[in-house]
């Protein structure tokens, strides 16, 4: 019943914008926090960016800050990610993940994960 759904990736010149998305159905947006992550093939998958359920707070990685926005769309029960001033740094496999949380940039604080979306950012 509970399924997260991301899209939005794709293949971007360094300096380009993309706009990712995550659809959730099973349960209301705003009852879990909802996370960004991105995983590279021998690395460690990364926190990108968190918005907490309600009103809570909004983290982002230091990498990433100033350049990517997280915010809710509640009409469509989804949360964006918007990429600015992409780098080939930021290409990975982009998911989505719902949960509660003790800490936002933990994977294992989550407790459902979306499919992932390729971003790929061409130098």
């Known amino acids: 019943q509970v399924q997260l759904v991301e899209s939005g990736g794709g293949l971007v010149q360094t300096g380009s914008s993309l706009r990712l998305s995550c659809e959730v159905s099973?349960?209301?947006?705003?009852?879990?926090?909802i996370g960004w992550f991105r995983h590279v093939p021998g690395k460690e998958r990364e926190g990108v960016s968190c918005i907490s359920s309600r009103d809570g707070p909004t983290y982002y990685h230091d990498s990433v800050k100033g350049r990517f926005t997280i915010s809710r769309d509640n009409a469509r029960n989804a949360v964006t990610l918007q990429m600015n001033s992409l780098k080939p740094e930021d290409t990975a496999v982009y998911y989505c993940?719902?949960?509660?949380?003790?800490?936002?940039?933990?994977?294992?604080?989550?407790?459902?994960w979306g499919q992932g979306t390729q971003v790929t950012v061409s130098s």
């Open positions: 993940a719902a949960g509660g949380l003790r800490s936002w940039s933990r994977p294992d604080e989550y407790d459902y």
């Open positions: 099973g349960f209301p947006l705003n009852d879990y926090h």
